[in-house]
């Protein structure tokens, strides 16, 4: 049983390691703005999550045999399954767990990364979208600014929103 653990957590380790990649390449991807990159990173991404729901069901199922008494095998804590095993098997789901969490602790940093960069980015859109459709504050080329009716005030930038 717990030699299948180890192989289910491999598993877990390895999707984590490909997140971790996808992860990366996407905000290499949003840093230099190229949306359709971006779109089958999200794809790849995608089917990677599958996965991994996949294998944490193996390991649920794993774990439901090794602690049967379990009621709710999700609630069964780490500590609980190294109580059952020897020394050898103990040492190295221990390691196993903590490549695991490092790697979780890396993909949580590198998407919040990610968000932080898309967050501005929509910013920066934002901003110019505002600059090119708003009426200027003030018309420098011209002296002093005549009154506008207040129907034609807000269309005035470069681009008509309304259109």
């Given at each position: ?81 190294l109580e059952q095993m020897d020394e050898r098997d103990r040492t190295a789901i221990q390691g196993q767990m903590k490549q695991l969490l490092q ?61």
């Open positions: 049983m717990f030699k299948q653990l180890s192989a289910i957590l491999d598993q877990l380790i390895e999707l984590h390691r490909e997140l971790l990649t996808v992860a990366e390449k996407k905000r290499k991807v949003v840093m230099s703005g190229q949306p359709d990159a971006l779109q089958n990173l999200l794809k790849e991404e995608d089917a990677l999550i599958a996965k991994l729901e996949t294998v944490e069901e193996e390991r649920l199922k794993c774990v439901g045999q090794i602690a049967p008494a379990a009621k709710d095998v999700r609630h069964v804590t780490l500590h609980q399954l790697l979780i602790e890396q993909l949580k940093r590198e998407n919040e990364l990610n968000q932080t960069l898309v967050h501005e980015s929509l910013q920066h859109v934002q901003h110019t979208l505002n600059v090119l459709t708003k009426h200027p504050a003030e018309d420098y080329l011209y002296g002093p600014r005549q009154q506008e009716p207040a129907e034609n005030r807000e269309s005035s930038g470069i681009f008509d929103r309304k259109a």
